[in-house]
């Protein structure tokens, strides 16, 4: 397989995957706060494991990655026909956490920041 092939295919299963989850109707969740970070693929194509962030407290993460997992089948058949891909890949749905551990390390190198400023007056 080629991997600049597979490269524009893991972003187009991106964009389409983001599209496909906002367009998912369940009226405990908002998915405006829902986002898919990333799409490994693998060589043959038959299997594509997606990282997906979720902005809130770890409740709310469990609730949202929970609905998204049971509409699973039908994410995937939306996929295939959206791409009009031949076979649509088996998909392997992870929550990610490197955007909260980011912002995370952020605030706390602003605390540091302004703890070195206070000292320094």
């Given at each position: ?10 972003e ?47 409740a709310?993460?469990k ?5 998204i ?5 039908f ?5 295939a ?25 952020s ?13 320094q007056?």
């Amino acid at each position: 397989m080629n991997r600049r092939r597979q490269e524009r295919l893991a972003e187009e299963i991106k964009r389409t995957l983001s599209m496909i989850i906002k367009d998912l109707k369940d009226p405990r969740v908002d998915f405006t706060r829902v986002s898919v970070t990333r799409v490994e693929l693998t060589n043959d194509l038959s299997h594509a494991r997606i990282y997906i962030s979720i902005l809130g407290n770890e409740a709310e993460q469990k609730e949202i990655m929970e609905v998204i997992q049971k509409a699973k089948g039908f994410i995937r058949s939306r996929l295939a026909s959206e791409i009009q891909l031949r076979h649509a890949p088996d998909i392997d749905l992870r929550l990610d956490k490197s955007i909260e551990h980011g912002i995370r390390i952020s605030s706390l190198l602003n605390e540091i920041n302004k703890r070195e400023e206070k000292k320094q007056e």
